[in-house]
């Protein structure tokens, strides 16, 4: 699918899509709190969808109505089926990958090339240390192995610096297992605001978890989960690309977003109010999603320069290299390094060659709102799918004229 955009000024108001990394965390421990629960607010995008197939691939019972899940985790983990797909979710493999690892079972999780492409060192490093199987194949990962408790504390270490999603898997992992559990996460403790709102969901369903001096040692109670029914708040992450177009001209009230909220990525607001008023150096190494955005709103404005760029590379896409080679066809080069991205202030041009999307949501996002100022065409433009399948029908409303061919 092509989308195709003629130059447009966006009004209106629109409410923030549901969180997907909230509507993950709260999927799982609704399965782990053994009873009935609903998640409400569900948007069914195939990261979710990826989620709810592994969920009852473990024995959790699953029933949807409208924007409604009604999970009964009676039997989660009891039998699980010996094989899981996870489809694109990095979320679903690195939350999913411990939770097989209570069961003892022999189970393979499969994935595209890409995600299986994505850094999983942690849990290869977790299972060789503990005498469990890690086999890489074509396409899937195979694990066996069963993490139990023991008298005293056990002690989990776990790198900081790779993605938080290890973090937030042993957690849940430990909470089914029952005990008093120790996670020590070395340093650089990156992204740890994803972790904030996996202690926040855990605390929806009764449980807790909690950081201790110095603050990257967190302790984890197992077994005391209980069924509530919970409701997905809204998402800052992809919030933020409606919102980017308000930096560019246009005027979008986005609603439906908590202030409460302990989403990293609800720094977008400060980080936007920033290029707005010159070329700001930021530091996105705790919230690498925002990269392609600011990217982007920085070629419009003036320029900037992004630092904790390191993890661009592991994600959907190498984030830095497509925002390069597709910022090229409006006439701008950036400089992509190691772990800072400059993006120079320079006029920009339409571009006469179809872009593309890189099979990444968050690139298509982010040059949409490019397009809306100066015309152009994405070709992958499916990709939103994965995380926010309205974004277009979405924007349409607001008055962004885009075609899809």
């Known amino acids: 699918m092509n989308a195709r955009f003629e130059k447009s000024v966006l009004s209106g108001e629109i409410s923030a899509p549901p969180s997907k990394s909230m509507a993950h965390r709260l999927l799982i421990l ?16 195939e990261d979710v969808l990826a ?6 691939a473990l024995g959790a019972s699953v029933k949807t ?22 489809r694109e979710s990095g979320n679903t493999l690195r939350f999913m990958i411990p939770l ?19 850094p999983q060192s942690v849990y290869e490093e ?5 005498g469990f199987l ?34 937030t898997g042993m957690i849940f992992a430990l909470l089914n297992v029952g005990g008093h559990h120790c996670i020590y996460v070395d340093e650089p403790f990156e992204s740890r ?26 302790v984890v109670e197992g077994k005391t989960l209980s069924p509530h029914d919970v409701t997905v708040e809204g998402d800052y992450s992809n919030a933020a690309f409606l919102d980017a177009f308000n930096c560019v001209g246009s005027s979008v009230k986005v609603n439906g977003l908590s202030l409460k909220s302990v989403q990293g990525d609800r720094v977008y607001r400060q980080h936007f109010a920033a290029l707005m008023n010159g070329c700001p150096t930021i530091d996105i190494s705790d919230c690498p999603d925002l990269g392609p955005i600011l990217i982007a709103l920085g070629a419009l404005l003036s320029g900037c320069k992004l630092t904790g760029t390191r993890r661009l590379s592991m994600k959907e896409s190498d984030r830095g290299a497509a925002m390069q080679n597709e910022l090229i066809k409006f006439g701008l080069e950036i ?20 872009l593309s999307g890189h099979n990444d949501h968050r690139i298509v996002m982010a040059l949409s709102v490019m397009c809306s100022v100066l015309g152009g065409e994405i070709e992958g433009a499916e990709a939103i799918r994965k995380t926010y399948p309205r974004f277009f029908e979405d924007i349409k409303s607001l008055g962004a004229k885009v075609e899809l061919i």
């Not at 989620?51 to 009852?56: A, G, N, R, T």
């Not at 069963?146 to 290890?166: A, L, M, V, Y």
């Not at 978890?209 to 040692?217: S, V």
């Open 51 to 56: 989620m709810l197939d592994c969920l009852k």
């Open 30 to 45: 609704a399965a782990l709190s053994g009873g009935r629960c609903k998640v409400d607010n569900l948007d069914y995008s």
């Open 193 to 218: 605001s994803y972790v904030e709102l996996t202690a926040a969901a855990v605390k929806e369903f009764g449980g807790s978890i909690r950081f201790i001096d110095p603050d990257n040692i967190i």
């Open 335 to 354: 400089e992509v390094g190691e772990n800072e991205i400059i993006v120079p202030k320079r006029e920009l041009m339409s571009p006469l060659t179809p």
């Open 134 to 167: 890690y086999e890489k194949g074509d396409g899937c990962v195979t694990v066996q192995g069963k993490i139990e408790t023991s008298d005293g504390c056990t002690r989990t270490h776990i790198s900081g610096s790779i993605s938080s999603q290890f973090i």
């Open 100 to 118: 097989c690892l209570t069961t003892g079972r022999r189970i393979t999780l499969h994935g595209s090339k890409r995600l299986m492409e994505r």
């Open 126 to 130: 977790i299972c060789r240390n503990n």
């Open 65 to 86: 109505d409208g924007g409604t899940a009604e999970i009964d985790g009676s039997d989660f983990l009891n039998d699980p089926a010996s094989d899981l797909y996870c």
